[in-house]
């Protein structure tokens, strides 16, 4: 009876050792894969804007030369044809659902692009966004879009608007998730 | 540089197909697959890391290292087709991306070495298991699989995730 219960005490002893065992090495290597989160990365390309120069906003309008839409983001490349900021810039209005602070930063932040690229890339919202932000087409080939918002900070092929207009005046909103540097006016003596 | 070349024009030919739109323009349908990849996923990566811990040794004077194989390992096999068949699906939705990020090898790399181990694993030390099976310290080299098992799983999910992004 006493061993009997001696080896009830062991076992649950070796039990309990095993599980409290079992939460450290499971914990530890658990750990591991977070120490790859700790370094920086460039990878975060599309869904954030980490990769983004959050700091100079460029506007560029021209004809869209190549679509692939749909989840989980639509990309478009876009040939430049004009950079100069339109002359109602500072009438422009907020598009529906965009976010007003972010909107005045942007706009207040924005310049010609001067990049040496003649076509960019730009990476753009899903359709669902599309549509809540009141786009229910694709945008064609062959179509003109004006566009404004930031550059990828690794060579600047990829432009990832902030907001971008249709050739009827329609302005489309695409920001969700924060910039990582606030946006400078374009006046700032600093630079 | 050619090979470069090579990937960019069969993936950008893969996305453009009526399969790879499909993928991306169905309501719906892509974050389905994005849901279905992560309970792959936590099938695979989950009963793996089970049978990881055990040959470390966790629940050694209790679970038998045969058992734990036996329920587990299949559902890890179950775990790993649904991973493949979603991952493929989503793919040729977004080839190019893939193709141009610079966690796929990484990703693809990590998958391989973990598939590379287990076949080590069984044609070797795992042959002699009922030697070790209960109550008894595992094999250095078992061990060592199960380290390399666990860490390549995880670090997969974490250039997985990088690859998404």
Redesign the interface.
């Known amino acids: 009876m006493r061993d009997a219960c001696n080896g009830l005490n062991n076992r649950g002893h070796h039990v309990l050792a095993s599980r409290r065992r079992a939460l450290l090495v499971g914990g530890g290597l658990a750990a591991a894969p977070l120490l790859a989160l700790l370094t920086p990365s460039r990878a975060m390309a599309h869904h954030g804007w980490g990769t983004f120069d959050t700091r100079h906003a460029y506007f560029v309008a021209g004809i869209v030369t190549n679509v692939r839409w749909g989840n989980p983001h639509s990309e478009v490349a876009l040939r430049v044809q004009r950079t100069d900021l339109p002359a109602n810039w500072t009438q422009r209005e907020l598009p529906p659902g965009g976010n007003e602070r972010n909107f005045r930063l942007t706009m207040a932040s924005a310049r010609s692009y001067v990049g040496e690229h003649q076509e960019l890339h730009l990476v753009l919202a899903g359709p669902s966004w599309m549509q809540r932000w009141g786009l229910n087409r694709r945008l064609e080939v062959g179509e003109s879009i004006e566009a404004v918002g930031y550059l990828d900070a690794d060579g600047g092929r990829d432009l990832r608007p902030v907001m971008f207009w249709l050739a009827d005046g329609q302005g489309i909103w695409q920001q969700l998730t924060a910039f990582p540097q606030q946006p400078e006016p374009v006046q700032t003596p600093a630079r | 540089m050619e090979m470069a070349d090579w990937f960019a024009e069969v993936s950008g030919r893969l996305?453009q197909t009526s399969f790879g739109?499909a993928?991306?323009?169905t309501?719906h349908?892509?974050?389905l697959l994005e849901s279905l990849h992560i309970l792959g996923i936590a099938m695979l990566v989950g009963s793996a890391?089970a049978v990881?811990?055990r040959l470390?040794?966790?629940?050694?004077?209790?679970l038998p290292v045969t058992t734990v194989a036996r329920y587990l390992l299949p559902l890890s096999h179950i775990g790993f087709a649904v991973v493949a068949v979603t991952g493929a699906a989503m793919f040729t939705?977004?080839a190019?991306?893939v193709v141009a990020?610079?966690?796929a090898p990484w990703k693809f790399g990590l998958v391989a070495l973990a598939g590379l181990n287990i076949a080590v694993f069984h044609a070797g030390v795992y042959r002699s298991v009922r030697a070790w099976d209960l109550d008894v310290r595992t094999p250095v080299r078992a061990q060592a699989a199960a380290l390399v098992s666990?860490?390549s799983w995880?670090?997969a999910?974490?250039a997985g995730r990088?690859?998404?992004?």
């Open positions: 996305e739109e993928v991306r323009a309501p349908l892509y974050p890391l990881d811990l470390l040794g966790i629940g050694r004077g209790v939705a977004i190019q991306a990020s610079a966690a666990a860490l995880m670090a999910i974490v990088f690859l998404a992004y």
